[in-house]
Nanobody, 123 residues
Framework: VQLQASGGGMVQPGGSLRVSCVAS????????MGWFRQAPGKEREFVAA????????TYTDSVKGRFTISRDNAKNTVDLQMKRMEPEDTAVYYC?????????????????WGQGTLVTVSS
């Protein structure tokens, strides 16, 4: 599946931003979707994932209560709504897809990746 991320930009600490990803090429609802991020000088890390049906989600501890992942299988999109953002959220954000046959929300082993979108949290 091909993935195209968008929506990055600059936001002040405490602000909100939504990044989106549109998929094409395969049956979107066959894939669990995830968001990852890579901060300058650091390794890429898991942020959030959503099951292929959209009923199960999981988050890394640092974003729980602040970020929300959602998907629209009719539009082949997955979004990450980010609130109460902190400078530590500054990173390139990547969407990723993993073929699954269940309601899994994997944190690793993703097959396909988007190109990334830069999010900067700064005053």
């Amino acid at each position: 599946v091909q993935l195209q991320a968008s929506g990055g930009g600059m936001v002040q600490p405490g602000g909100s931003l939504r990044v989106s990803c549109v998929a094409s090429g395969r049956t979107f609802s066959d894939y669990a979707m995830g968001w990852f991020r890579q901060a300058p000088g650091k390794e890429r890390e898991f942020v959030a994932a959503i099951s292929r049906g959209g009923t199960v989600t999981t988050y890394t501890d640092s974003v729980k209560g602040r970020f929300t992942i959602s998907r629209d299988n009719a539009k082949n999109t997955v979004d990450l709504q980010m609130k109460r953002m902190e400078p530590e959220d500054t990173a390139v954000y990547y969407c990723a897809a993993k073929y699954t046959v269940s309601g899994a929300v994997p944190r690793y082993g993703y097959d396909d990746w988007g190109q990334g979108t830069l999010v900067t949290v700064s005053s």
